[in-house]
């Protein structure tokens, strides 16, 4: 199951879902649920290969393009499209896309650009199909929630699963400092610890009653 999470807020409210991990940025849901910061990736302009602005190095260049794009309501979308608003770059979003896999597959097989998170572009299984493209101006990186209505009660099943995925995320990151040499830290004393982890997960979700659903993206 993947989605942005504009499209999963009802399903929040009515219990449907216990929980989404996803991006959000400033929007109207702050009074109804919870957002615990998780982690942090960057993401980059991404176009298919043999497109004719490769060799692009700005994204003024990029402007006379189409793009296409999830929903930016509430999500690092908007804090995008807020950026290039300051900065007088407005994309031209031609098709709006709300997952990932719907994005790389029209990006990969025509001139759309799109934002998408930057390890796709050491993805063995999109090398031929998508090419990252070296743009000067910096893009924020995307931060990632877990995100729970304020009123909700979580079963213990449900309190296990995100549990074990907050200890996988913390081993990750331990390990990383290890392989760079740098001195130990306590995560639990770093709030932010998963930010640093290499988990490249776009969408986390938890389906109440008996049956559960949750899916790990590499994208």
Known sequence: ??????????????????????TYYQGPYDHEFTFEKL???????????GHPAIEADSINELLKYSWTMPTPRGSY????????????????????????SSCISLVAQSDFLSILPQELGCDPLLA?????????????????????????RQTPLTT????????HAGRLFIRQYKDKKMEPVDIQQTPQYTQHCSTCISAYYFRSADNFIYNIFSA
């Not at 300051?86 to 031209?92: K, S, T």
């Open 1 to 22: 199951m993947e989605g942005q999470l504009v499209s999963m807020i009802n399903e929040l409210r009515q219990g449907e879902l216990d929980f989404t991990i996803n």
């Open 39 to 49: 982690f942090e990736k960057p993401f980059a302009i991404f176009c298919r290969a």
């Open 77 to 100: 979308y908007k804090q995008l499209e807020e950026m290039f608003s300051h900065r007088d770059q407005i994309p031209r979003i031609g098709v709006v896309c709300e997952t990932f």
């Open 128 to 152: 031929n199909r998508l090419v990252m493209l070296a743009v000067k101006e910096p893009l924020p990186k995307a931060t990632y929630y877990l995100i729970q209505r304020k009123d909700s």
């Open 160 to 167: 296990s699963l995100i549990t074990q995925f907050r200890r």
